[in-house]
């Protein structure tokens, strides 16, 4: 390394143009503003093509990433493309979202240097690329094998099962609850982190290979999977995050305390933040206090800025355990998110009218590590204060979707309500059905449950050329 | 797409559609509801079926001209199509055979109790139904609730039809019946189903009702459709909408029934036509 570094090595990371601070805090648009094709094969030039790559054994996708990273330096991005596709379906999601920092980032053997390769810029760079040309490249399309796959669930999971089967042949169906298909794609994640036309082209990709989608139909209540199985000969479940978790305080009800899930929706599928030219209400809050560290509270916070209202999180633990990506938490801070560490909220406070007018928190310090590995947090007696909020978002996660578990006889279900699958193949209890997911696993990350999904396509295919014992 | 087959005023401000949607009858039981968009970007609108026909593969709701969304959705005519209907959602009422059940309905809520009483008088129940209205020109349904129920009892405030009085009333209705009322299944307003319970509680008669409080999926995700049940946080849409009127706590029903008042009246204010 010291002598690549000697060699001319160059360890400077190509930073992403942004929206400037102070225009974007008040835009519903894109923050991240991509690389251009110089700053891309800058980038991609600096990668040292390792013989292992740690790269790729971090992805959970498994993209041959050195190899789109010289299709790149080379100046030829449509093979970039094919080499990313033949792993990844959705580049251009998976370059926004991902936590690279944990993946295939963490991999690079340039990190050591603090000049690991920007890969998820890269990758967002081959997928909007690719958007841009007038024709889209569709991959080979195996004979088709006359097996029917119903995949329930138009998120991550689905999406990849589906895109990864149409290829091999087999005739595939997506049945989605709402009415755009997406999961958390649409409703969850904000405009501004991956604008919804990016899905749109995605869904409207996997269209285009032949994938049926039916949106406003619910499996577990339209229709069960048991009824599914009688006419398809495999069933993906990938029906994603269910119902939302509070912190365990009283004044949960009020008015103006929101889950996370019901606040997204509301600006994000319904497009609350145009209302009154869309019809679905949202409200103008001055004072939005937002609680938890993950990912889906800096989502929560930055809506609510951009809103106009003066946000704050509430975290229990320090800056160091949060749990969002770095550079959530960076551009939350920048936008002008305020941020009240070691702080737990034990009581939503509301007025005559039964709004929610604060809430009174108490001070934590950190004590001994707990079984994550984080230090936790520990009440400090008598440092109760009160906070005024008009808004509370709560961002503390979700249970597994309960319809399906609920409606589906001989499937194994988790102490969590979680469908139980095995992490190799997708597999459940029940003959012919896989699952994948949020669904299995509880709130995680769209790549999980993408890789999740590639397993299980994998394992679906097997069993449908060559059906076995379950 | 749905086809719209048939929407109309039935009553004052009351509409009745009907829809093509064929899954959605197939799989409907009493008790049930849909989700409605009247328009592309419009407001998930949750409505209780109030009949469906699984031949003709199509189902009925009953709905009130109220805010925005019921606003767009009364202009819309036969032919005509909705971009969303989803559903059968909810878990169905419990029908057994429970004896004497008073089936109330009041507004909308006289359409979506006949699937219900349909199903307890099938059940073998001796069937009851009363009809909550402020005044006779407001009663609608009486021949389909007449085919399903062993009485017919009309409440209106004035007294231009049956007895005169309002769901206040109820236990006096129940009082002068010559049967015992073994369980009250009440569909209609908030105000309709709390203060029905409340005639109830004293007589110990179980009481059911139906909430309609606000949603956006439907199915359990989003979580605004929370309400206290007996002291514990139960979803609407998933754990209900049917709840035993005597332990829901009303007062939060009603304050957060009301949340978005304001916001449902802004985009009236317009001269544009919907």
Redesign the interface.
Request: charged content about 35%; overall charge neutral.
């Given at each position: 390394m010291e002598q690549l570094v000697k060699k001319g090595l160059d360890l400077n990371r190509r930073p992403m143009p942004k929206q400037p601070v102070e225009v974007r805090r008040r835009n519903f648009e894109e923050v991240a503003l991509g690389y251009d094709a110089k700053l891309a094969m800058e980038e991609a030039s600096r990668c040292i093509q390792c013989k292992k790559p740690g790269c790729v054994e971090k992805c959970p996708v498994e993209v041959d990433i050195p190899g789109f990273i010289q299709a790149i330096a080379d100046g030829d991005f449509a093979r970039g493309v094919r080499i990313l596709k033949a792993k990844n379906s959705l580049p251009s999601v998976c370059g926004r979202v991902c936590p690279q920092e944990e993946q295939c980032e963490g991999g690079c053997a340039l990190l050591k240097k603090a000049g690991q390769i920007a890969i998820g810029r890269l990758e967002r760079f081959l997928g909007d690329w690719e958007a841009a040309q007038a024709d889209l490249m569709l991959p080979q399309i195996a004979p088709p094998t006359g097996k029917r796959v119903a995949v329930v669930g138009g998120g991550p999971a689905g999406l990849t099962v589906a895109g990864d089967l149409i290829k091999l042949g087999h005739e595939v169906t997506i049945f989605e609850a709402l009415h755009k298909m997406g999961g958390v794609l649409v409703y969850g994640i904000p405009e501004f982190r991956l604008p919804k036309r990016i899905v749109e082209r995605e869904v409207d990709y996997l269209r285009r290979l032949g994938v049926k989608m039916v949106v406003d139909y619910v499996v577990g209540k339209t229709r069960s999977v048991d009824s599914l199985l009688e006419e398809y000969d495999a069933v993906f479940v990938g029906s994603g995050a269910g119902l939302p978790w509070f912190s365990e305080m009283p004044g949960n009800n009020l008015n103006g305390v929101y889950s996370a899930n019901e606040y997204l929706t509301r600006f994000n599928l319904m497009r609350g933040y145009t209302f009154p030219l869309v019809p679905t209400p949202v409200k103008g809050h001055t004072q939005v206090a937002v609680i938890g560290g993950g990912n889906v509270a800096m989502d929560c916070a930055r809506t609510a800025l951009r809103m106009g209202a003066e946000t704050t999180i509430l975290y229990r633990r320090s800056r160091e355990e949060m749990p969002a990506r770095l550079e959530e938490i960076e551009n939350a801070e920048e936008e002008g998110v305020l941020f009240r560490y070691l702080t737990l909220p034990v009581r939503c406070v509301g007025d005559e009218r039964g709004w929610v007018k604060g809430l009174e928190c108490i001070r934590m310090e950190l004590g001994e590590p707990d079984a994550s590995g984080r230090r936790s947090p520990v009440p400090v007696p008598g440092s109760e204060f009160f906070l005024p909020f008009d808004a509370v978002i709560h961002a503390i996660g979700n249970s597994p979707n309960p319809l399906i578990p609920q409606t589906t006889p001989g499937i194994e279900i988790g102490r969590r309500g979680n469908i139980v699958a095995d992490p190799l193949t997708g597999k459940t209890t029940k003959p012919r059905v896989w699952a994948g997911g949020d669904v299995v696993t509880g709130a995680a990350t769209v790549i999980l449950a993408m890789g999740a999904a590639r397993r299980a396509a994998r394992s679906i295919h097997e069993y449908l050329t060559n059906p076995g014992e379950w | 797409m749905f086809t719209i087959l048939e929407n109309r005023m039935i009553v004052p401000n009351v509409f009745v559609m009907r829809v093509q949607a064929p899954?959605?009858a197939n799989?409907a039981l009493p008790g049930q509801f849909v989700i409605f968009?009247a328009e592309e970007?419009?407001?998930?609108i949750p409505l209780t079926l109030a009949d469906w026909d699984v031949q003709a593969g199509t189902i009925t709701v009953a709905y009130l001209n109220v805010g925005?969304?019921t606003a767009?959705l009364a202009t819309l005519r036969a032919g005509q199509t909705l971009?969303?209907?989803?559903?059968?959602?909810g878990k169905p009422m419990e029908i057994d055979h429970f004896g004497s059940v008073l089936c109330v309905g009041g507004c909308y809520g006289i359409a979506s109790i006949y699937p219900i009483a349909r199903a307890l008088k099938e059940a073998g129940n001796t069937v009851i139904c009363v009809m909550e209205a402020r005044s006779s020109f407001l009663i609608y349904w009486q021949d389909k609730l007449r085919s399903v129920s062993d009485r017919l009892v009309y409440l209106t405030r004035d007294g231009t039809r049956g007895k005169r009085g309002h769901i206040g009333s109820l236990a006096e209705v129940i009082r002068t019946l010559p049967m015992r009322i073994d369980r009250v299944i009440l569909n209609g307003c908030n105000y309709l189903m709390m203060r029905g319970s409340q005639e109830t509680l004293p007589l110990k008669i179980k009481t059911l009702v139906t909430l309609n409080t606000l949603m956006?999926?439907g199915?359990?995700?989003?979580?605004?459709c929370?309400?206290?049940v007996n002291a514990e946080?139960k979803?609407a849409c998933?754990d209900g909408p049917h709840f035993d009127g005597h332990q829901v706590d009303w007062?939060?029903v009603t304050?957060?029934r009301?949340?978005?008042l304001p916001?449902?009246i802004?985009?009236l204010r317009t001269t544009r036509p919907f």
């Open positions: - | 899954e959605v799989g968009r970007d419009g407001e998930r925005r969304s767009k971009p969303t209907v989803v559903g059968p959602l956006i999926d199915t359990g995700m989003c979580g605004v929370r309400v206290t946080t979803f998933v007062a939060e304050q957060r009301k949340a978005y916001e449902e802004i985009p």
